[in-house]
């Protein structure tokens, strides 16, 4: 086992991580979604040490993270002029494009497919370091695979103590949810992932957005999608409103079951006070405090009871989506 440090970012620490990446090596590093857990993209022995580390099936594709000042075009084909608006509204931040890649990085990187996703995020800290090392950083969320993301340094200490030598500590993630993946090789953009840069705010700059639904049978587009994600530690069970909640609670507890219950603030009432994971009001709000409480959920629960929100429009589709993911069967 190698020991695993967590350091805050600074010309020290930021050395340390280029000589850990030019060698092969992985750090994390934190940006306003989740933390990463990056290597550098050009290495196929680095990329690989992220699928081995992190326990990633071979075929879900890693997104590259560069400053906001990186040649893009020295890694894509830059064919849409609705991508360079997308860009200049919402980068640098939580949005992923994916792009036809011009095969500079390791091919282990999009696991064979003929594109690459490319992320500038806006963190302070995410920002310091891309520059610092000034590299293509390959990067999935920073967790053992299926776990729920880390929204911290601790929350990665957790997952990969022993596993990698360098944690970069930005504090807590303000975000909370993956960044929204949008593919902008065709006509139109189509996202693939929702997230906090919304398929609403998308059409208001460029008109059309599709969303991508897998059909059945169907080569998946965003093969990540696929996968049981973001999953705690103890049962999860997913429920569409508070009346609903309360039985299973009171069920529980007859089975001598510690449960806790995720929710809006507006069912807060309806609940003991110290079983509550309270996500707040918002989307925004609940998207930054999701993965804080599933993490803080996990380790004093028997089983967590989420309540679904009634909305599901703009940010909230991406709330949505990773809540379905937490509490799915397989
Ligand atoms: P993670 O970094 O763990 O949030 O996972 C990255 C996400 O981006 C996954 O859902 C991938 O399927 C998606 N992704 C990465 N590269 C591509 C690509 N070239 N085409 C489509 N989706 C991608
Ligand atoms: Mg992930």
Redesign the pocket.
Known sequence: MMNTEICQITDRSLAEAKSILLSGGLVAFPTE??Y?LGADARSDSGVDKIFTTKG?PQD????VHIHRDFDLNGLVYDEMPYAKKLREVFLPGPL?L?YR?KGKVSSK???G?D???VRVPSHVGAQAFLRYVDLPIA???ANVSKHV?PVSAEHVFADLNGKIPLILDGGPSSGGI??T?C?VTGEYPVV??QGLVSVEMIRSVVGKCGVYVPKEGEQ??????KYK?YAPKCKTCLVTDAKQASLRFDEFKKEGLRAYVLCESKYAKYFPKDRLLDLGSTAEEMASRLYSLLREGELVADVIIAIEPTRSDGVMAGVLNRLNKACAEE
């Open positions: 979604t989740v990463g990633r879900n594709p890693l997104i992923t994916v890649s990187v999009s696991c497919l594109t690459l996703a990067a999935p969320s993301s993956e960044s993946v593919d693939l992932r998946v587009r965003s093969p990540g999608m994600h």
